[in-house]
């Protein structure tokens, strides 16, 4: 099988279907024999039914309904690798992602052009409706970019620059990859929590060794802006629980202690910025803050 495209969902059906309705006409094309995998995470709405909806519109061989129960983003992706087992190249979308004709091409043409790269990641612009619209004047670099948007202006393809890497939403990798390396299942998404970091890890340990990730910018998705994230109250929860990710990260000791200390600096620093800060400048201190805090409160804590 030349492909496999994994989709996780939980409780998201009506984003599902439009995800899977952009899929769908890149999935009949492809000239190769794949294969398009959702696994339901313990949905309690009617993804099932709208998974077998979307099912008798496409081969019976290029879709598979998989249930997993056990709750964790990283724990229902694993579970999709161990089903497309077969596969030549695993991509992931998230079910709040519409890709755009040629998704799919250009990630397989990649691929091909480009022998030694590991895995593959796209530009991934924001999906706004009339709910959202227009965004806060906040919502640009770096804050943006916790609401999964990435693009790399000017590059058509080009190396991922250093500490950048593959977003979840729209990212692909050689089944290879999978035979040495999975998603950390102490990370990732969990229920309602904003733990992250799964997908810093696995491209850590791709590039430690030796591994190539390549920006394809026509590998190109939508992501949805969720309303209820578009306030200074989420983005500053969201970096929280990034700090508490990066802590979790598997790393010699060597790196952690430089994190350690990058983080205590960050947290005086931007305590000490906060009184003269006003805002967009503001709101970043506290997010740094709040990233630095939670990084040393899960450094710090007893189970760690």
Known sequence: ???????????????????????????????????????????????????????????????????????????????????????????????????????????????????????????????????????????????????????????????????????????AFRRAVFDRFRFSEALGRSGTNLISGEEAELCGQIRRAGGRLLYVAAMRVEHFIHPDRLNEGWIRERHYYEGISRARLRMSGGELTLILGKNVVRLAVSALRLPFSSGFSRLLAQCEMRRAWGFLTEFLSPSS
Not at 19 to 48: F, K, M, Q, W, Y
Not at 127 to 147: G, I, N, Q, R, V
Not at 149 to 166: E, I, K, M, N, Q
Request: net charge negative; aromatic share 10%; glycine share 8%.
């Open 1 to 171: 099988m030349r492909f496999a495209i994994i989709v996780c969902t939980r409780n998201r059906s009506a984003l599902l279907a439009e995800c899977l309705a952009s899929v769908r006409p890149e999935l009949l094309a492809a000239a190769e024999p794949g294969l398009l995998i959702v696994v339901d995470n313990g949905s309690t709405d009617d993804t099932e039914s709208v998974c077998r909806a979307f099912g008798a519109t496409v081969p019976e061989d290029r879709f598979r309904y998989v249930s997993e129960p056990r709750t964790g983003l990283s724990i229902a992706r694993n579970r999709g690798i161990d089903d497309g087992a077969d596969a030549e190249i695993v991509a992931f979308l998230d079910d709040d992602a519409k890709v755009a004709p040629g998704w799919l091409e250009s990630c397989l043409a990649a691929f091909d052009a480009y022998r030694d790269v590991s895995g593959i990641g796209g530009e991934i612009l924001p999906w706004f409706t009339a709910e959202t619209m227009p965004p806060p004047a906040w919502f640009k670099p770096p804050l943006s970019h916790y609401y999964c948007t990435y693009s790399l202006p000017g590059a058509d393809v080009s190396d991922f620059p250093a500490r950048h890497h593959p977003v979840g939403v729209n990212m």
